[in-house]
């Protein structure tokens, strides 16, 4: 198994309960934004890629037809499980595959989704490659991922695998349209907003290597000012610091040819 394949498994295994409880990744209105954006109907079959715990394939599931999400972590999947038990939702299943190979034929659905998963990726344009291979002709490939601004990106970065070794790159609203180009995708239509929280509740779910935590909290501390790591970091009323991760939601269509 490739390197960053096992940071995933250990880092996902160890975060899959705490990552299915954390808010802003199970914000409506963010889940709304996502849907619209994605344009998703009732005729509609879905593949989630990276799916966590489930929460965006869940989504998906109120509104389509048809929904599976793979994921490459069993702890992960376990998640997504028992949420679908919780939601009584029996139009959703789960497969454990690596999103770099998926076990589906070409052009098998109609809306091929990924949220906050491309980052972890060490080849983006493959992954988003075969996101394309598995959508039909006229569907839409739909991603969902930090995007940093471009003098900030590598700031960012740095933070990013302190805070969590599975990360590889977040990458720029251009950087972000230039990999959908190089996985022959046409150039996506985009939305961009912040995704906020505390860092008390970030680092509870965070599994940094031993040593980095300090770190991670003087970076924070000394990023408040300026706003070097583009989080929007900031102390409210009471004393805690809070984030907003820049986020952007991409969708673009699948060529015909």
């Known amino acids: 198994m490739a390197s960053n394949a096992r940071e995933i498994l250990e880092q996902f295994t160890l975060q899959a309960e705490g990552f299915a409880a954390t808010p802003g990744m199970r914000d409506p209105d963010a889940l709304d934004r996502m849907l619209a954006v994605a344009a998703a109907s009732a005729a509609d079959v879905v593949l989630d890629v990276a799916c966590g715990p489930g929460i965006v394939a869940a989504a998906y599931a109120r509104v389509v037809r048809q929904a599976i999400g793979v994921d490459l972590t069993p702890a992960m999947l376990a998640q997504a499980a028992r949420r679908q038990r ?4 029996t139009n959703l299943a789960w497969v454990q595959a690596d999103a ?5 034929a070409d052009a098998s659905f109609s809306i091929v989704n990924s949220r906050y998963a491309l980052h972890h990726c060490p ?12 959508c039909r002709p006229g569907g839409r490939v739909v991603v969902t991922d930090a995007a940093p601004a471009p003098e900030k990106a590598a700031a960012y970065n740095r933070a990013e695998k302190l805070r969590d070794p599975s990360h590889v790159r977040a990458y720029s609203l251009a950087g972000l349209t230039e990999l959908f180009a190089a ?3 046409p ?3 985009a939305e961009c907003y912040r995704m906020g929280g505390t860092i008390a509740e970030l680092l509870l779910r965070s599994f940094p290597l031993p040593g980095d935590e300090p ?3 003087e970076l924070y501390r000394d990023s408040v000012p300026g706003d ?11 004393g805690a610091m809070r984030y907003g991760f820049p986020v952007a939601i991409l969708a673009a269509p699948r060529p015909a040819a």
């Open 86 to 89: 919780e939601l009584g939702l």
């Open 100 to 104: 770099l190979c998926l076990p589906f």
């Open 123 to 134: 080849e983006p344009a493959a992954m988003l490659r075969e996101m394309r291979r598995v």
């Open 183 to 185: 996985a022959g995708l």
């Open 187 to 189: 150039a996506p239509r």
């Open 215 to 217: 770190r991670l909290r």
């Open 228 to 238: 070097p790591l583009d989080m929007a970091l900031s102390l409210d009323a009471g």
